[in-house]
């Protein structure tokens, strides 16, 4: 195959590739013209030992690292939300993560309460108060006015039981 039947077969993958990572047709472009120069300048030393799209992929991914860390006194890649903000792709995909984090976690959260409210006393309150209160061992055994040992074993205990009670619902 030569360089310009590569091209016309794996730019669109190359190409797609780099916007998911940049959102920014101008350097997505750039990239893409990069990735194949070197392709073409390196195609002897491609061993077949992975596909030609991940071999692309591979060297438009270290070409778009060495141009983010060339450009990166310049001002940061930008992306349009859906309300017309415009915010960083960093802080795009930071929020994105915080967000989808923040629904796993209130969802998981959720269950958690559900099981908890099936273990016995005196687990079940320690478990909530360790869990959601925070509150340290000794601070548990003192409320149940008992030692720090006893709060450690009964939590552990408990953690157990719930562990067995969420395994029912996998």
Known sequence: MDGEEIYLKYAKNVYSFLMSKTHDTEIAEEV?????????????????????????????KNLLMAYLRKHKMEEPLSVETEDGETISVIDKVAYEASAETKAVESDERIELMKKLHYLKEPYREICYLRIFANLSFKEIGDVFGKSENWARVSFYRGKEALRKELQKNE
């Not at 013209?33 to 077949?48: L, V, W």
């Open 32 to 60: 893409t013209q990069e990735t194949f120069y070197q392709a073409i300048k390196s195609i002897d030393r491609f061993d077949e030992s992975s596909s030609v799209t991940t071999w692309l992929c591979a060297i438009a």
